[in-house]
């Protein structure tokens, strides 16, 4: 059982390059979620969908556009890269429903540096 | 707007010794209150959660958090701890923001070194 996996694991941009993080989840869960992890700052959500062909924006989301094509597919990607976007970035499932109640499941994390 | 607070950046404690990891929010609202773990390398896993009932939780690795409603706080504790606990811990808490939506907000995170 995968559950929440992300590809790649590392990534080295030079500023002003694009790429795109690939989240994937096997559980048929209808919210996904992205999320940065910076030193000291915790867990900052950039977008999150609440089901397929949905987006909505995060606490952070400048600089950063998503897609949920498929249900089990949430696309994070960078246009222009900035050294500021250097992050760990975390991938998050839960099951559908408007509930603040169920648990979100992480995938490993994807590390980005930015030059 | 929702706060959570986790008082200590970072925590060293020797194994076996108790540790206490504090939270506190700032919602006056009903609220569902969680602790994830992060160990090195790895993403996020849930250790408990509080959704009502007894304020006393228990969750994975012998670990338990108390909800103490009128001090709004959520700490965790673990009476003996092992090297393997040295991870990252977040409180996160959901609070209802309306419309039928949810809003889940972490707290820094705290940083719990085991010393042997």
């Known amino acids: 059982n995968a559950g929440v996996t992300q590809t790649p694991k590392f990534r080295v941009l030079k500023t002003g390059q694009s790429m795109t993080l690939l989240c994937a989840q096997d559980?048929?869960?209808?919210?996904m979620y992205w999320y940065r992890q910076d030193p000291g700052m915790g867990l900052r959500l950039i977008h999150y969908?609440?089901?397929?062909?949905?987006?909505a924006k995060g606490e952070v989301p400048d600089g950063y556009n998503v897609s949920r094509l498929k249900k089990q597919n949430f696309l994070l990607g960078l246009e222009s890269a900035a050294p500021s976007q250097t992050s760990v970035y975390f991938c998050?499932?839960?099951?559908?429903?408007?509930?603040?109640?169920?648990?979100?499941?992480f995938g490993a994390g994807s590390r980005l540096t930015v030059l | 707007a929702q706060s959570v607070t986790q008082l200590d950046s970072q925590v060293p404690v020797f194994e076996e010794a108790p540790v206490e990891l504090r939270c506190n929010y700032s919602?006056?609202?009903?609220?569902?209150l969680f602790w994830y773990v992060q160990y090195p390398n790895q993403g996020l896993q849930l250790l408990l959660k509080?959704?009502?009932?007894?304020?006393l939780v228990k969750g994975i690795n012998g670990f338990e958090a108390e909800f103490n409603k009128s001090q709004t706080s959520f700490h965790l504790r673990k009476p003996s701890v092992h090297i393997s606990d040295t991870a990252e811990y977040f409180c996160?808490?959901?609070?209802?923001?309306?419309?039928?939506?949810?809003?889940?907000?972490f707290g820094k995170g705290t940083k719990l070194s085991v010393i042997p």
């Open positions: 998050a499932s839960r099951q559908g429903g408007p509930s603040g109640a169920n648990v979100l499941t």
């Open positions: 559980m048929n869960h209808e919210y």
């Open positions: 969908s609440v089901g397929e062909g949905t987006t």
């Open positions: 919602s006056s609202v009903s609220v569902y």
């Open positions: 509080y959704l009502s009932g007894s304020t």
């Open positions: 996160a808490v959901t609070t209802y923001s309306g419309a039928g939506s949810y809003q889940l907000t």
